[in-house]
Each structure stands twice: as C-alpha cells, then as structure tokens.
C-alpha cells in the first residue's frame, strides 16, 4: 500500500508500505476514505530528526471498514467510520466521564503501532471504543465536514467548550489555522455574540467571519492586544482561545484576557516555560484547554454536519491525491493552503 512517511525536516515521501493486518481481535482494519494535513503536522516536518525508516504520518481520517478482529461488535464490514485522532478503549473511567485523550489503555501517551492515517489503509485498535459509524455512502458530498470531526472541529469545539464561549461572552480566538476557524464557529454555536479573530490572512479571516467572527485584528505583539482592549473597552475578553501553540500567542492571549476571564490552549504548545505567575494570579485568570477528546463530542457535531446548518468543512481549500501529500505539506507550510485533504 502507498503511505506517507517524515524522513527528516522538509522531506515527506509517499512509499510502499506493508498493509496492515488484524493483530489483536479488538483491531480492525478500514481502507482510507479521506485523509488530510493537520496544522500540528508541521511542527515534526519542521524539527524531526533525520530518520533512515521514517516517521509514519497523519492522524484525520474517515474511512470504511475492511475487517474486523473477533472481539469487534460496534462496526461490520463496509461501515464508513470516523476515527477519532487519540484511540480508546471506551469502557475505563476516563471514557466514560468524556476524556478518552486519558484512556487508560490507549490514549494520547499508550504507543499503538497503528502507522499514520495518510495512507492507503491503516489498522485501528480497540475498535468498539474508538471509531464512530455514520451512515452515508463513501462518495457522501460531506466527506469534507465528516472529517474535521476527526479533530479539528473537535478541537475547536473543546476550546470553546472549556473557555465557557456562551451569551453575553466576548471572546477572543488567537490563530486564524482551521483550528481557530472552527472555534470561531464553535463559540458562535455556544452564543457568543461578539468574536474577535486574530489573524492576518484575508482569505482566512473572511471564512472566519462567514463562521461568526464579528471582528478582526490583523496586528500582533502590544499593538493587536491594544487593538482588541480598544474594541472591548480597556478591559479585555471574558474568553480568549489560543490556537496556535507557540509563546508568542500564548503571550498575546494573557495580554487581552479580562480579569476573571479564561484562557483556553488547544494548539499543541511548542515551549516548555511559559509566564504564568503573579500576574495571573492576582487577576484570577483561569488557564485551561488540551488535547480534545473529540470522540466525545461527534454525538453533538454530527447532526449540523449531516444537515447542513454547519459548514466545518470549509476549511478544506486544497484537495490532492494521496500521492502528492508532500506538495500538501509545502503548500501549508508557505501559507498557500489553509487546510489540504488527501484521497487515496
């Protein structure tokens, strides 16, 4: 099968890979519907260490369902599945209270072997506890929407969620990536009223405010936390979302958090120490976020996808054969693509 591997920083190659085969009887096996190139992927195909067999790569998929171990009940056959980015087992305490990201036997830290979700095929295990069947057809026009399900709504979602986007909120989204457009869409669910989206690519923030935003700042540093103090009148945002994960916009989202407002992190941090002390503490800023458990909220998602109300997967501006993902990762890495989905 054909599969993308990171061999060093900048060089991503699609190559011949062993398929995938049923290893434990709660495995399955799905062929790749549609993959894509997610914003933390880049993080590793700018820094990774030169590797001799690569790194398999991608975490977003929908697929269907080629075979199934013995212990599999949830999915059959022929059934198209969303999986979720992080496994899980979906029994433990942690799944059940929503935070399959801490599954106990699977989870964000519990290595898999699984390979990458941008290839031809690729194995999933504990089945029942992580992949999510939707009944459509595999051309479904949705797929797209269907995706961003896997993670990035999903996460935008979680960081609206945990900031407590809700009426009578302002709330600030750092980072116009799909990450912090599907925020922008997620607060707007939550009744938020008044957005401001960060960003300084017109093509971005435009389908941000066809998600809600009702303002932009394109300025950064003291002039952008300037900017949004002024349009919210010297005192900041009750919520601020960080969707970048480097320290500069982590910095940028202290600067224009209200006294006693939140700030929710859900770009993967790309710094170990950042400024959390007395300045946070005496305003009572409350710092929250993480890795989204997105298995938990598809029962929420899914419907606006399936019926339109929701257009998530707008943030898909570029689509390429499976064969040219490393033109997917230079085109997202030069800012020439939001968001780059892959088929097979």
């Known amino acids: 099968m054909r599969a993308t591997y990171l061999f060093g920083p900048g060089d991503v190659r699609v190559i011949d890979a062993p398929e995938p085969r049923i290893e434990q009887p709660t495995d399955a096996v799905l062929r790749t519907l549609v993959a894509c190139v997610c914003g933390s992927d880049l993080h590793p195909y700018h820094s ?26 949830t999915v059959a056959p022929g059934d198209v599945v969303i999986v979720p980015f992080v496994f899980s087992c979906g029994v433990c305490d942690f ?17 898999t072997g699984a390979g990458g979700a941008q290839a ?17 057809a595999v051309d479904d026009e949705r797929m797209p929407g269907l995706l961003t399900l896997s993670d990035v709504y999903g996460t935008g979602h979680h960081a609206a969620v945990t900031g ?40 971005r923030t ?30 900041g945002a ?40 007395r300045e946070q503490f005496g305003r009572n800023v409350t710092i929250t976020g ?10 929420d998602l899914l419907p606006g996808v399936l019926d339109g109300t929701v257009d998530p997967g707008a943030v898909f501006d570029r689509e390429l054969p499976l064969d040219d993902a490393a033109t997917g990762y230079r085109l997202m890495d030069d800012r020439a693509a939001l968001k780059v989905m892959l088929r097979p």
């Open 95 to 111: 799944c059940r209270e929503g935070l399959q990201t801490s599954c106990r036997v699977a989870g964000l830290t519990v290595p």
């Open 238 to 277: 009750h919520v601020v979302i960080d969707a970048v994960g480097h320290l500069p916009a982590f910095e940028q989202a202290l600067g224009v958090v209200r006294a006693g407002g939140t700030v929710a992190r859900v770009g993967v941090p790309q710094y170990s120490d950042g400024p959390i002390g």
């Open 120 to 136: 031809q095929y690729r194995r999933i295990p504990f089945a029942d506890g992580t992949l999510y069947r939707v009944d459509v």
């Open 206 to 235: 435009d389908l941000g405010r066809r998600y809600g935003a009702t303002d932009v700042v394109a300025a950064r540093g003291d002039a952008g936390v300037e900017a949004v103090r002024d349009l919210t009148g010297g005192d």
């Open 48 to 73: 990774a260490q030169p590797s001799e067999h690569g790194r398999a790569m991608g975490h977003e998929m929908v697929g269907v369902v080629e075979e199934i171990g013995a212990e599999v009940t």
């Open 164 to 203: 407590g986007a809700a009426p009578g909120k302002d709330v600030v989204v750092v980072g116009d990536g799909a990450v912090g457009l599907l925020a922008v869409l997620s607060a707007r669910r939550l009744g938020a009223e008044r957005i401001i989206l960060m960003g300084r690519h017109e093509a």
């Open 290 to 299: 993480g890795v989204a458990p997105v298995r938990a909220y598809i029962d």
